[in-house]
């Protein structure tokens, strides 16, 4: 282990900077991202985690095999926190790539402790415009302030998002991530 492990609610220690498969549980995963707020907590009602954009996510999503890896696609931040873009992007012009540890730690240590191999094209395609559309959802719905440089490229879900009690968040999430997750055999 490195000076960059941190424990998890599990008592697993994750390192940042040796991120293993072995070192994910789900329970870890669904237990932060339920409590981290999107858009760096720059949203009405006082909640809006990312866990609820991960289930927007996949309602979003058309391609049915994209599923899990939409529910999966920023649970790095289960490990790292939530940074607005803005932040990564000036992160990357200072020197750190704070995206490229989020990819390493999807990639190395979360899809393989789940037994997913790396997207293929289409599914990664499939997740980056479902995302488009939560985030142009959530613009729409939930965001306070609204950035004037920034929209995303795509139109809101029909459905408007709405204020959810995190308990039944906790739940919805969970169920959705072992529904999709099991055809391929692991939830750990």
Known sequence: MTAFTQPMPSG?????ED????MVR??????????????NGNIE??????????LATAQACTLI???PYCLLHNAPAAYTGELRTAVKLWAVDKGADFTALEKRILYTAILPAFGLAPPTDAIALAVDKAAQIAAATELRDMVAGKPPAWHPNAQPLKTRLKFTP???IEEQFRLALEGALRPFGKVA
């Open 12 to 16: 697993v220690l994750f390192d940042l």
């Open 19 to 22: 991120p293993r498969p072995e």
């Open 26 to 39: 789900l329970s870890d995963i669904v237990h932060h991202l339920v409590r981290l707020n999107r858009w």
């Open 45 to 54: 009602p006082v909640s809006y985690t990312i866990a609820q954009h991960s």
């Open 65 to 67: 095999e994209a599923r």
């Open 166 to 168: 995190a308990i039944k």
